[in-house]
């Protein structure tokens, strides 16, 4: 079982950045592709970022590419997301999530989901 919890967010100034992690307290996720989601109050669930397991290949979506990083430690069982040069449209919840399908960028590929973790930039 895989089981995440997400940690990181917090409120911060535009232009600034943060760094979310998300923590597997299960089994290992290794063998999985990870990706973050996003919410904005209102809104749908966004695909933000994704890595998958066997490459480490990256995917971003367009609205962040350049700005944010997505990385993984196998070891540590941790999955991370580095995000710069954030904006007020960047507000939102943010999900980890693990699946061991091929698609990435679509929510419902995904198995195993965290509790979320808000993230607030102001302008």
């Known amino acids: 079982q895989v089981q995440l919890v997400e940690s990181g967010g917090g409120l911060v100034q535009a232009g600034g950045s943060l760094r979310l992690s998300c923590a597997n307290s299960g089994r290992t996720f290794s063998s999985y592709t990870l990706g973050w989601f996003r919410q904005a109050p209102g809104k749908e669930l966004d695909f933000v970022a994704a890595i998958t397991w066997r490459t480490s290949n990256t995917y971003y979506a367009d609205s962040v590419k350049g700005r944010f990083a997505i990385s993984r430690d196998n070891a540590k069982n941790t999955v991370y997301l580095q995000m710069n040069s954030l904006k007020p449209e960047d507000t939102a919840v943010y999900y980890c999530?693990?699946?061991?399908?091929?698609?990435?960028?679509?929510?419902?590929?995904?198995?195993?989901w965290g509790q979320g973790t808000q993230v607030t930039v102001s302008s």
């Open positions: 999530a693990a699946t061991r399908g091929l698609v990435y960028s679509t929510a419902t590929a995904y198995d195993y």
